[in-house]
C-alpha cells in the first residue's frame, strides 16, 4: 500500500539521481572561503574528559561483524571506559593530515567529502568507571577533543524509551544526528542521503566494537522525531536525530523521564552563512513520525514482512535470477583485530589493477556484511531491504562479470560475463577508482517494496541498512590487509547495467573493494 510518507522519500530519491547529463550539466562550485566547521563546539559548557586509557576492542574483526552485537545478559551496565572505547571507535579522530597549508582531522568512520556531519550524543543514568565515572544526563561527545559536555542533568532514558514507545530503556544510548548543512554545503539535496550513508558506516565500527568489547547493541530508527530531537536541544531544520544505538539493556521497566524544557546552548558557527535546501528538510519532515504509536506500528510492519516468506524480489535475489552460481568460498582468511583494523582504516585513493583479491577474501567479506544485524527494523536479524549486486574485475577463482548473492547469502549468480572495468568506472561518476578496482558491490533495495510496507520511515532504514552493510565492508576488507572505498554512481544506469535482476531496484550505496596501489596519498 502506498503512503505519503513513502511516495514523498522516493521522490526525493528520484530527484536527487545522478546521470551523466545531470552531473555534466551541474554549475555547482564549491564555496571554499564557506566550508563549515567539521565539529559542533559547545562554546559555554565545560568538558569532561574522557578517559584516556579505555580497553582495546581486540577480538578479530570477522567474528565481531558476524556476531552482531555482544552477548552479554540482560541487565549488564557498560562503564565509562568501554562507553568511551566505543565512541572513539565510531567518531573518534584517528589521522591528522598536514596538507594545503591546513591540518585534516580524519575520523574512525568513511564520510563523503570528510565532511562529518554527524553528531554523537549520549544519554545515561550513572555510568560507573575512572574520574567517578559519569552522572546521569544527556552529554555531547566532542571528537575534536574527546570530551563529553552535559547539556542536561538528570535520567532521560526513558524518554528514549517512551519516544519509540518501547516498554524498556536501554542502559545507554548513542543518538546520533546529522547537522545537514556541513554535508549540503558540498552535496546540497543530495546530502540527506549521505545522513544514512555516513551514520551507517560509523554503526559498522559502533557494532563491531561493541561485539569485541561484550556490550550488548541494537540500532533503533522508529521513534517519534520531534521528543528525541527536542530532548538533545536541535532544532531539526538544521540538525536532526537519525536513529540511536542502546548499549546494554535494563531487565526492569524504565522511570518516567524528568519534564524537557527547552535547551539552547551556544555553539561555534559552522561557516560565515548558511545554503538551506529544502528537499532536505520536507523529506525528513515527510518520514518523520509524530506519535511514538506510529513507531510501534512501524515495528509491527517489519515484523510481519520477517514473519512472511519473502516475495521472489525482496532481499537478497534468488538463484533462478540468472546463470552460473558460485557457492562463496569457505577458508582460512587471516585477519586482525577490531581495534586495529579501525585505527588502520582509511579509503583507498588509488587502486591496484595488477593484483586480484582471492575468491575466500570476497566471501568472507560478503559473508560479514550480510551477517545478523540487531536493529528495530529487522525483527528477523538478517539484513532485508537490500540486495548485493557486483561488478567483478580480478578475483582469483570468479570470473570477470556482473553478479547478484542470493538470498541466502551462500551464492553468487552469474548475470553476465565479461570485463566490465570500463562500464564499472562509467557508472562510479567517471572515477578511475570503480574501474581499478578488484570489485565493485553496490546495494540495491526494492523501494517501492520497502516503502509499501515501512512507508517513507523505510526509505531511511534502506539507506541506512545498505550503509551499515557497506561499513562492514570496509571493516572486512581492511581487516584481511587489502582496503575498500564508498563511492558515488549514476544511480539508473546502474540498475540497466545489472539488467533483469535489478528491475525495479534502486541504488543505496556502493563500495569498492582491492589492494591499494602503493605511491602518494590523494586527498578527496
Ligand atoms: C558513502 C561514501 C561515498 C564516498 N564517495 C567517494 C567518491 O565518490 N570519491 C572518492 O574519491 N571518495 C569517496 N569516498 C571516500 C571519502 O572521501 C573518505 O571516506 C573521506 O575522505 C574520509 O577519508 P577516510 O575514509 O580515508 O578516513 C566516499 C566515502 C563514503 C563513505
Not at 564557506?34 to 570477522?62: H, T
Not at 565532511?115 to 575534536?144: K, N, T
Not at 548473492?405 to 565479461?418: C, I, P, W
Not at 578496482?437 to 541498512?465: K, P
Request: hydrophobic share 45%.
Amino acid at each position: 500500500m502506498e503512503t505519503d510518507s513513502g511516495r514523498l522519500a522516493r521522490a526525493y530519491h528520484e530527484r536527487t539521481k545522478h546521470s551523466p547529463a545531470s552531473v555534466m550539466s551541474d554549475p555547482h562550485h564549491l564555496d571554499w572561503d564557506n566550508q563549515p566547521l567539521p565539529f559542533k563546539v559547545y562554546e559555554d559548557l565545560a568538558p569532561i574528559p574522557l578517559p584516556a586509557e579505555p580497553p582495546r576492542a581486540e577480538a578479530p574483526v570477522l567474528a565481531c561483524l558476524a556476531a552482531g552485537g555482544g552477548g552479554r545478559p540482560e541487565g549488564f551496565a557498560p562503564r565509562l571506559e568501554a562507553i568511551a572505547r566505543l565512541f572513539f571507535l565510531t567518531a573518534g579522530v584517528t589521522k591528522k593530515i598536514e596538507a594545503g597549508g591546513r591540518a585534516h582531522y580524519f575520523r574512525a568512520a568513511a564520510c563523503t567529502g570528510a565532511l562529518y556531519h554527524v553528531e554523537v550524543y549520549l544519554v545515561c543514568g550513572a555510568v560507573p568507571g575512572a574520574g567517578g565515572g559519569l552522572a546521569p544526563g544527556v552529554y555531547h561527545l566532542g571528537a575534536h577533543d574527546y570530551a563529553a559536555r552535559r547539556l542536561r542533568a538528570g535520567d532521560f532514558r526513558a524518554a528514549l524509551a517512551r519516544a519509540a514507545g518501547e516498554a524498556s530503556a536501554p542502559l545507554a544510548a548513542f543518538v546520533l544526528t546529522s547537522t545537514f548543512w556541513r554535508n549540503a554545503w558540498k552535496y546540497r539535496s543530495r546530502a540527506y542521503r549521505h545522513c544514512y550513508w555516513d551514520s551507517g558506516t560509523m554503526l559498522a565500527n559502533l557494532h563491531a566494537a561493541a561485539a569485541a568489547l561484550g556490550v550488548p547493541a541494537r540500532t533503533v530508527m522508529g521513534f517519534a522525531d520531534a521528543p528525541v530531537n527536542d530532548l538533545l536541544g536541535v532544532d531539526p531544520d538544521q540538525e536532526a536525530a537519525l536513529c540511536w544505538v542502546e548499549l546494554g539493556r535494563p531487565a526492569e521497566a524504565p522511570e518516567e523521564a524528568p519534564p524537557v524544557p527547552p535547551i539552547a546552548y551556544r555553539t561555534t558557527p559552522l561557516s560565515k552563512e548558511q545554503v538551506d535546501y529544502p528537499l532536505i528538510r520536507e523529506v525528513h519532515a515527510a518520514t518523520s513520525f509524530a506519535d511514538p504509536r506510529e513507531a510501534v506500528s512501524w515495528r509491527e510492519g517489519a515484523r510481519a514482512l520477517g514473519d512472511d516468506p519473502p516475495p521472489p524480489a525482496w532481499g537478497f535475489v534468488p538463484g533462478e535470477a540468472g546463470g552460473r552460481a558460485f557457492p562463496l568460498a569457505r577458508g582460512e582468511v587471516p585477519h586482525g583485530g577490531v581495534d586495529q583494523t579501525i585505527l588502520r582504516r582509511g579509503s583507498v585513493r588509488r587502486f591496484d589493477r595488477e593484483r586480484a583479491l582471492r575468491f575466500e577474501e570476497l566471501s568472507a567479506a560478503l559473508r560479514g556484511a550480510a551477517g545478523a544485524l540487531p536493529a528495530d527494523f529487522l525483527p528477523a536479524g538478517a539484513p532485508a531491504l537490500n540486495g548485493m549486486f557486483l561488478i567483478v574485475h580480478a578475483v582469483e577463482g570468479l570470473p570477470p562479470g556482473a553478479y547478484a548473492l542470493d538470498r541466502a547469502g551462500e551464492r553468487l549468480v552469474q548475470l553476465k560475463a565479461g570485463d566490465y572495468r570500463s562500464e564499472a568506472g562509467g557508472l562510479g561518476l567517471g572515477q578511475e577508482l570503480a574501474a581499478e578496482a578488484a570489485v565493485n558491490v553496490y546495494f540495491l533495495s526494492d523501494l517501492e517494496r520497502v516503502t509499501a510496507a515501512l512507508g517513507g520511515r523505510g526509505y531511511r532504514a534502506a539507506q541506512l541498512e545498505a550503509a551499515l552493510m557497506g561499513g562492514r565492508l570496509y571493516l572486512a576488507a581492511c581487516g584481511m590487509g587489502f582496503g575498500a572505498t564508498g563511492l558515488t554512481f549514476h544511480d539508473d544506469d546502474t540498475v540497466s547495467f545489472f539488467g533483469p535482476a535489478a528491475r525495479g531496484r534502486e541504488v543505496m550505496f556502493l563500495v569498492l573493494l582491492g589492494h591499494r596501489r602503493k605511491g602518494r596519498v590523494f586527498l578527496a
